[in-house]
């Protein structure tokens, strides 16, 4: 079977995909954050619900960032310089995947036993959450905006062999 060709950002496909599912999850993660802080301090249990909604979206679509993050890092060229930031971001991928999945279940757990209360300790935990998201965040726009992985200038250098 012929390989697909690769566009100038060195992909089969126009853009990258890997940070559009990201950005969903990032914003799914800290809405529902939110509405769990914001629901707590207000007592309005509505607000739970849209948490646990939320995370659960979240929960699944982390697995399809991390799924096409790893396609999306194996066709990029890499050199040296970002072999360690690339493998951090993804073990932290693979990480916050297996967390929020985790975390979901908690919270699935908590809606069932007691929906119009949230525990504290869930609460710190779920900021935990929301550090090691910052965290990741940071890493991937590190691979980006610093080390250019897929963007086109640094993929042509990558061609003409200016990075090693």
Not at 58 to 73: D, H, R, T
Not at 78 to 86: C, G, I, M, R, S
Not at 121 to 139: D, E, R, S
Request: hydrophobic share 55%.
């Amino acid at each position: 079977m012929p390989a697909l060709p690769l566009n100038s950002q060195n992909l089969p496909y126009p853009d990258p995909i890997h940070p559009i599912i990201v950005h969903f999850v990032i914003a799914m993660v800290f809405f529902s954050f939110f509405c769990d802080v914001v629901g707590y301090f207000t007592h309005n249990n509505r607000l739970f619900e849209v948490s646990f909604w939320n995370m659960f979206v979240a929960s699944v679509a982390i697995f399809l960032a991390v799924i096409f993050g790893q396609f999306e890092a194996g066709l990029a060229n890499n050199y040296e310089a970002v072999q360690p930031t690339l493998n951090f971001h993804t073990v932290m991928g693979w990480s916050l995947a297996a967390l929020v999945a985790a975390i979901t279940a908690w919270r699935f757990v908590i809606r069932n036993r007691k929906p119009l209360k949230i525990p504290p300790a869930y609460l710190g935990v779920a900021t935990f959450l929301i550090c090691l998201v910052f965290l990741q965040v940071y890493l991937g726009s590190k691979l980006f905006w610093v080390y250019g992985l897929h963007v086109e200038p640094v993929v042509e250098a990558m061609k003409q062999g200016a990075l090693r």
